[in-house]
């Protein structure tokens, strides 16, 4: 989002980025001038963020913890960071209007998309990373605040460590899977950019807008695609659900151990198992005007090449 930022023509000095390690995202291309130190997950750590709210006429929060073996890991961030974030905001940018990258998770499962743009009060998350965000929207919605919310489904492309694991696992000798392929939405990262670009333009003030991609898949297509974009035949191996819950206690101990969470947990296991996460995105095009533009397959085949 920076860099399209800085594409149009934004001047650094007018872009604040909230990083917890200024020269680690100075190394991928963020101005170090637009950079404020600060921590969504830690007590103290917006201690900066007074002084980088001065002036400021739009926050976009895209911070969020996405792993965690207990509901502590989520929470710390997905919650109580954005309570501290909307607090801060509400009393230094008190005009600013507030836009809450969400997750299709906050809203809970659906096969079809009804439901996706659901009030946070009525939502239904199966996870204790959905109810986390969920929680997050709360304190937006609740703030004085001019808010938008948007919730995308699963995001995609290069550079991104679960598009990586995604591949990997697609071009495994065997791909282990549910037996019960789940309807699925799926979006290119840059097709999120351009919906919250163009949030940033229309402010659209108490919507809740679910983010959906050209192309609708399921959880096994979506591996055979993968495969088909890196030259290969996806082997889709069907395992019984409860086999991939023993899997899910193992790799839960094991991430205690090290105390670095996994991707694949028995967090992760819940949206698994659901029906499907199926986002409409009839809201969008409504409020902002935006659709998506990458078709799945030219955007797993642009992620395939810039792997290589």
């Known amino acids: 989002m920076v860099r399209r930022l800085l594409a149009a023509g934004a001047p650094p000095a007018r872009i604040r980025c909230l990083v917890r390690d200024p020269v680690r995202a100075a190394s991928f291309g963020l101005p170090p001038s637009s950079l404020v130190r600060g921590d969504l997950g830690v007590a103290g750590g917006l201690v900066d963020l007074p002084t980088a ?9 895209l911070a969020g913890s996405l792993k ?30 507030f836009i809450c990258v969400s997750s299709l998770a906050a809203a809970g499962p659906s096969v079809d998309g009804r439901g996706s743009a659901v009030h946070p009060d009525a939502a239904k998350p199966v996870s204790w990373y959905g109810d986390s965000k969920r929680q997050g929207e ?9 808010w938008t919310i948007v919730r995308p489904p699963v995001i ?9 694991l995604l591949f990997a696992q697609a071009n495994a000798p065997l791909v282990v899977v549910p037996r019960r392929a789940a309807p699925l939405s799926i979006v290119h990262v840059d097709d999120v950019v351009d919906a ?79 029906c499907g996460w199926v986002a409409d995105g009839g809201p969008v095009a409504a409020a902002l005007g935006a659709r998506p533009r990458i078709a799945l397959a030219d955007g797993l085949a642009a992620v395939a090449v810039a792997a290589r």
């Not at 709360?138 to 001019?146: G, K, Y």
Request: hydrophobic share 50%.
């Open 53 to 61: 709210l001065r002036d400021v006429s739009v926050v976009v929060h």
């Open 68 to 97: 965690g073996y207990r509901r502590a890991h989520f929470d710390a961030v997905n919650v109580g960071g954005t309570q501290e974030l909307v607090a801060a905001v509400a009393a230094h940018a008190p005009r600013a209007h």
């Open 138 to 146: 709360l304190a937006v919605v609740r703030s004085p605040l001019a």
């Open 156 to 164: 995609y492309g290069p550079a991104d460590a679960a598009t990586r």
């Open 196 to 274: 919250l670009l163009a949030a940033v333009v229309v402010r659209p003030t108490g919507a809740i807008l679910p983010l959906d991609g050209p192309d609708r898949t399921d959880t096994h297509a979506l591996l055979r695609a993968i495969a088909v974009a890196c030259g290969r035949r996806a082997r889709l191996l069907p395992v019984p659900l409860l086999l991939a819950r023993v899997a899910a206690h193992a790799s839960d101990a094991f991430a205690a151990l090290r105390r670095q969470a996994g991707f694949f947990s028995r967090d992760k296991l819940r949206e698994i198992g659901a």
